[in-house]
């Protein structure tokens, strides 16, 4: 009797299993990442890795319906810091490869985001001593080599030159990938490595001899960047000095990265859609192989699709990484100034956020009655002072039936052309669901001359609109720009070309667009680390024909952004100059040392603000900004080791048996293990969620 009931049971799983398997089949397929835990170093030669991908292709075979054989691939392995792969699968087949056992998390690829001179002599100034870079290329600096995972790069950028570099180190294990416009000549002593990845495009069904089947992405079939943002944020990292750099004549000087000579390797896993996921985590585990000693990210996942720390691409790459000696930094994310928006969170990443350098770009509007107002903007218009133009506001040339309030935020389709034609338009932000660059495409579609915006909360970023004449001001001056309106029957103004203006005080101040803290998937550790400079910085540029390149100019080989993608590589450059000079510190000691170093002092010698004027506080800017020359004798660090890491993921929850196939299989959790005892691991910051002593406030409003 008992052997017909499990007979009957065993029967009831098989159907239940082909029930499932016939179910997958009708659903649509997609791109999943199956991680599987830390590797076993078996893997890393090229027999371990075929037999490593064997092993995935056999565990594929036993849930993919044998009549859908095509889909039986793989479009990403990993061999190396890290075990799994990423596959096409439906929903069901997924859901039956995250029940196995030596599977720890089964997600679909997720799309992440690109988080988009002067700053550095201002971080050598706010460090109150001398530039260490003084005496050109230093033999230490050129053995750390920085992997940039980004859109790629245009290396014909002076920024990208070999000169005064040695040869390429021989631990270097990585490679030059060609493609249809870039060849292994151009990698050079300076940039020793580029590779790229085929970025997927997903049918929605999945047809037979899969005639709409998956494809790269145009474009993404080269480590060159024609995008521009990889090109910009390595520069930052590590370009070399170029002399004169500037952006059509503004912010004139010259462009280096933190550390100059160190060597560049870059990682194209991004383009215009997005980031892959499953391309990231394939980046991270080539960049460690290829031997790579920083690892800088400037990318991140939306804070409102937050996943798990072992669903999570970047942080699973980063856990490894940090267990191989690899440090990682990556960007805090643009979604500031609301609180509790900080991505890239786990404690094994270094996370930045961003704030202003003292350069200011100006520009000046002149009103008819003579009044002088200073805004905001980069505007190569060829306006001057000795021509007005009627000025009008937004909600004075509205278009027939539209509401005021619409016209008065220049929505599209909101003003009438034949009111707004040869005018200065004012607009208004009281929707921020309107961005700059919309509001400047309503005005110049209306055939506006210029537009003025009231806007105050993001005023510090300055917004470039090429020759369109445009100037940002704050609450008070658009008052006063509103009144003088008001005031005349034919109110006159002018917008004047950009200046910049250099010693601006007070800086460093906290960007509006920086993400903030505490951390949505726990409070116990604080984040962002660090700030470093993100506004208006000046760094090389993939050359391209956009619109508003002032009149008779040519692409410009430089170019001015802003974004916590920005202060990423500020701190992955300095991070390499310290690992230059103290060969033996792992990741969490140099981070160490940035933290315990931090300046939370601007260039007037008062504690610094955020964009609204009040006092910076630790879910801004954690411990403060970066300071990398008072960084290189800390004093004192404190290292978190991969037990530290590990007991962070028994106290924040997970399972022991998923924590060994994570860390390694003698990894172990304490006994007593609870998310308030984060704060109990050796990080250089301390962040306690709930903190209650008795008679504390007491004891404050005594003092």
Known sequence: MASSTMQLHSLFILLTLLISISSAAAQASKHYVVYMGGSDHQNEDEGGAEAAELAYLTLLSSIIPSDESERLSLIHSYNHAF????????????????????VVSVFPDPTLQLTTTRSWDFLDAQSGVGSHHTNGPDASEQDVIIGVIDTGVWPESQSFSDEGIGEIPSRWKGVCMEGHDFNKSNCNRKLIGARYYNVIEESSELKSKRSNKTRPIKGSGSPRDSIGHGTHTASTAAGAPVANASYFGIARGTARGGSPFSRLATYKACNEEGCSGANLLKAIDDAIKDGVDIISISISMSSI????????????????????????????????????TVVNSAPWIFTVAASTIDRAFLSTVVLGNGHILHGSGINFSNLTRSKMYPLAFGRDVAGTSVPLSEASNCYPGSLDVKKTAGKIIVCINTDPTVSRRIKKLVAESARAVGMLLIDEASKEVAFDTGAFPFSQLGGIEGMQILKYINSTKNPMATILPTMDIKRFKPAPVVASFSSRGPGQLTETILKPDVVAPGVGILAAMAPKGEEGIPLGKKPSNFAIKSGTSMACPHVAGIAAVLKSLHRNWSPSMIKSALMTTATMSNNLGKPFTNSTDNPASPLEVGAGEVSPLRAINPGLVYETTPKDYVYFLCYYGYKSKVIRSVAGPKSTCPKNSSEDLISDINYPSISIRSLQVPGLFERLEEL
């Not at 699968?89 to 196995?100: I, P, Q, V």
């Open 305 to 340: 699709f937050q996943s798990d720390f072992l669903s999570d691409p970047i942080a699973i790459g980063a856990f490894h990484a940090n267990h191989k000696g690899v440090m990682v930094v990556c960007s805090a994310g643009n979604e500031g100034p609301d609180l509790s």
């Open 83 to 102: 075990k799994g792969f990423s596959a096409l699968l439906t929903e069901s087949e997924a859901s039956l490869l995250s029940d196995l056992d030596e």
